[in-house]
């Protein structure tokens, strides 16, 4: 194997959408770096059956439907 062609491999700290955390290994960030997740399998509507609202962060859902709230005639 090439010396130095490999990311950083770490423990970091992952904290879950409902506040529960977790430690696993990563090439994100460095060694301790806490990643704080907006959406994870607890929210997101792909693994809860479609029955919860994605938030949205930034505006960036309400700026789509204003950009084409008139595009199908509805």
Do not use: C
């Not at 301790?32 to 509507?45: E, F, R, V």
């Not at 709230?69 to 509805?74: M, R």
Request: proline share 4%; hydrophobic share 30%; no cysteine.
């Amino acid at each position: 194997m090439k010396a130095d062609i490999h990311p950083d491999y770490h423990s970091i700290k992952v904290v879950m959408t409902d506040g529960t955390e977790y430690f696993t290994r990563s090439t994100y960030g460095s060694e301790g770096d806490t990643l704080t997740l907006d959406i994870d399998p607890t929210s997101h509507p792909a693994w809860t059956g479609g029955d919860r609202q994605l938030m949205d962060r930034g505006g960036r859902v309400s700026r789509f439907k204003n950009k084409y709230a008139g595009f199908l005639g509805a």
